[in-house]
């Protein structure tokens, strides 16, 4: 039973690029949460989705950045345009049901931006 | 707003040792759950131990424990018999409907 599959482990854009990054659930899970952590941060909450809904992103930048969980395939986080500021990890963490009593985590995706 | 303090950012203990990491959380729900996560140097997140608040018998999983106190809304980790492999971050988070958590602690084990 794979965990929660995050890919690229590593990524690097340069400024003014676009960056995907995917995040596959846990077999069974169909709520997926994104979060980002700066260098000696913790965790801060970005978006939090439904198969074909978002159900909360007040933790998203209002411009360029976007999140989607279709009926098929990964959930992608998209940040368009990126900056230095973006330089970060991110985590994707998938939960069978609303109450994500049992999230379980993503290995992340370092971005860096050159 | 929910809020997560952890006013350590940074903690050493002697091996086989205990030591007690700190938590204070400000939120005006009384349902919720409460949980430490460890970050080792390879950034995956893992669960430690959780604690739902209406519980007041305090969780435990085997060398850790909490120390819940609900009325402070304090939420402190004790890890007892401390290892070598305990050495990382350690966050606190509170949960309601998403995990909000604390700025870390980053928890040295000295030989």
């Known amino acids: 039973n794979a965990g929660v599959m995050q890919n690229p482990r590593h990524l690097v854009r340069r400024r003014g690029q676009e960056a995907r990054l995917r995040c596959s659930p846990m077999?069974?899970?169909?709520?997926v949460y994104w979060y980002r952590q700066l260098p000696e941060e913790g965790l801060k909450f970005m978006v939090y989705?439904?198969?074909?809904?978002?159900?909360?992103e007040s933790g998203m930048p209002k411009e360029r950045f976007s999140a989607e969980f279709p009926k098929e395939g990964p959930s992608i986080l998209r940040i368009q345009q990126v900056v230095r500021g973006d330089s970060a990890a991110y985590f994707c963490?998938?939960?069978?049901?609303?109450?994500?009593?049992?999230?379980?985590f993503g290995q992340g995706t370092r971005l860096t931006v050159v | 707003a929910q809020t997560v303090t952890q006013s350590q950012p940074e903690m050493s203990v002697q091996e086989a040792e205990t030591v007690t990491l700190s938590c204070t959380y400000d939120?005006?729900?009384?349902?919720?759950?409460l949980f430490w996560y460890k970050q080792p140097p390879s950034r995956q997140m893992i669960l430690v131990i959780r604690?739902?608040?209406?519980?007041?018998q305090n969780a435990t999983e085997n060398r850790f424990s909490v120390n819940f106190q609900k009325a402070a809304k304090s939420f402190s980790l004790k890890i007892s018999d401390s290892q070598l492999g305990d050495a990382a971050m350690y966050f606190c988070?509170?949960?309601?409907?998403?995990?909000?958590f604390g700025t870390g602690t980053r928890l040295t084990i000295i030989p």
């Open positions: 963490a998938s939960s069978a049901s609303i109450s994500n009593t049992e999230a379980f």
């Open positions: 077999k069974g899970h169909s709520h």
């Open positions: 989705l439904q198969k074909e809904n978002i159900i909360d």
């Open positions: 939120t005006s729900e009384s349902d919720y759950y």
């Open positions: 604690q739902e608040a209406y519980k007041q």
């Open positions: 988070a509170w949960l309601n409907e998403k995990l909000t």
